[in-house]
């Protein structure tokens, strides 16, 4: 069944903003845009089967928004196959069609390379080709998709087309994901819902015993089984510490899940997703350390809202992390991330006390509000300037 959502403060709809796997950062960016930006409707699917979602979600889209022509601009993830929905409903192409890049399938993780399923890459090359604006959340998920092209395109046996690459590039621009977990921080504190970061670090337990979080969804492509290695490594050493594993969990959990839950019971305080945004930001505030194993990152959203709450971010020496977080962040191998955890288990108040040279202001969504109002409202503005 189809979601709507519109900003209460509009009398008439300009934007249409279209998620088809409507949870995590999705949901969380277009909830964001409807809730503050003027003129904005919501039109969204469940967060579930995202390889349905990818091929058939245009055509649910094209049944269910209604025609109206007080429309001006159109935003949407790379899920959906915007040449698809465009070619369905006439009506809607001569909106301004802005396209967002949480993901990109070219260079997106597979255990098996005969596990790439050719048609998601091409369906998002299609709607980059439609699109009027092409927005990536990272310079690293724009430069691997735009790069990966030409080699992707290789994979068809015969009549290969050319140059698109440069065609998409030229209206394409980096739009980062906006964190607003400084504000929530205030609203929760104001609430009492969420705890004194003082008061959390000066508690006896915390101050001597050190606590990782792993703040990831539960799938391979997060590399749990990388994770977990280092963790019972740390273990067998000897040392003391806390671990909270909090992110979300889907069908298919892997095996490894529940032989760490066995193995570390001593160690957990978080064990599975938290129900309320106030507990999750317990759990980070909490904590020491946040650790990332990802195998593939197009952004890292909980990593930055971990630091936000006063982590020490320890991320793999790739993928986006480069462009994001310094050198004293980063680690090449497991070697290097276990020396970085056993010294913070000596010395849990390191991580808190070293302080990261992250400009978190830059992802900020009072940064970053106008942009994303002059990419949607900036033709509608003109066009009532014109007027007068």
Known sequence: MSEMAENDNKSEAHVILIEAFYGGSHK????????????????TMPAKKWHWRMRTSALYFMQNIPIDQSYRALFCSSVVNLAELMALRKDLSSLKKVLYFHENQ???????QQDRDFQFGYNQILSSLVADVVLFNSCYNMDSFLNSIDTFLNLMPDFRPKNLSHQIRSKSKVLYFPICLVDE??????????EDVDDVVNDVDHRHRLHIVWPH?????KDPTFFFQTIYQLKDLGFNFNISVIGATFTDVPEIF??????????????????SREDYIN?????HVAVSTAKHEFFGVAMLEAVCCGCFALCPNSLVYPEIFPEDC??????????????FAIQPLLARENTLKIDVSRFSWKILRGVFENILLADLRRRVNDKR
Do not use: M
């Open 330 to 343: 980063l680690y090449n191998t497991q070697g290097q991330l276990l020396k970085r955890l056993k010294r």
């Open 283 to 287: 759990v980070l505030k909490s904590a």
């Open 185 to 194: 921080l205030e609203f929760f504190k104001d609430q009492n819902l969420v």
């Open 28 to 43: 969380q960016l277009v909830d964001l845009l409807v809730k503050n930006i003027s003129g904005c409707v919501l039109y």
């Open 106 to 112: 070219l260079v997106y993780p597979v255990r098996k």
């Open 217 to 221: 969804r539960w799938e391979h492509d």
């Open 258 to 275: 529940q032989k760490a839950k066995e193995k570390l019971a001593d160690n957990i305080i978080h064990w599975g997703y938290q129900e």
